[in-house]
């Protein structure tokens, strides 16, 4: 009498006979003797399981507590049935001693900004030392590193006076810009003041000198006889003023000769010198 075992698709049977493995067999139909074998399923397919938070403390003496996910499956059913009462939890305490590890050679912030790195070198460290268990890990992946709630206080108060000090820092550059700007501006427009008078009195300066340079044009192209007969006009006002007192300036024998003509212009009363 024989009975009948269906082993599913990606599962391997494990044959015992009165306890003890005897052989594996694979999916499909599979005959055994009741009573005397069994056989037990195990599943090849791969598996996900997530680890719960757990604490790791880090370089700098820092608590975070960690949450990895992975994917495995079974490579040897026979190791993984038989050699390890719990295989899959002596994969997740391989995994977590390594992480510890890892992290512990970490700094706080380094370790939050690394776990893609983290991961590389956890999946690397593991290898293939879960082959002892039956075991083939696939992915590793780290979801979530949460420093503990005394760090997560300490670094908020932190990111605060951060936060602070560089608004600080915008204020203090903004008010020094500012000031470097109107500074810039009154100097600017002193400088702009002075240009600007300079070149006004350059401006007077130069006219000053053209109409000096026009008038002394224009006395070098006087003639002689034109002075002389300005002479005389000055002399007959002179004459006719109320002075008693009139000085000719000897400068040769013309200039008798115009104080003759401005004898008989001064009134006969007055005294002539």
Known sequence: MFGIKIVPQNNVGLVETFG?????????INFYIPLAQHIANVSMAMEPISLPGYSIITKDNAEIVATVTLNYHVTNAVKYQYENTDSVESMAQLVRGHLRDIMGNLDLNEALVSTKKINVDLAEAIGDLTDTYGIKVDRINIDELKPSLEIQKAMDKQLTADRNKTAAILRAEGESKSIELTTKAKNDALVNTAKAEATAKRTAADAEKYRIDVVQEALNNVSETYLANQSIDAYRQLANSDTNLVVVPNDG?????QAGVLGNLINPKKTNI
């Open 20 to 28: 003890k493995y005897s052989r594996t067999v694979n999916a499909g």
């Open 253 to 257: 024998s013309s200039t008798y000769g």
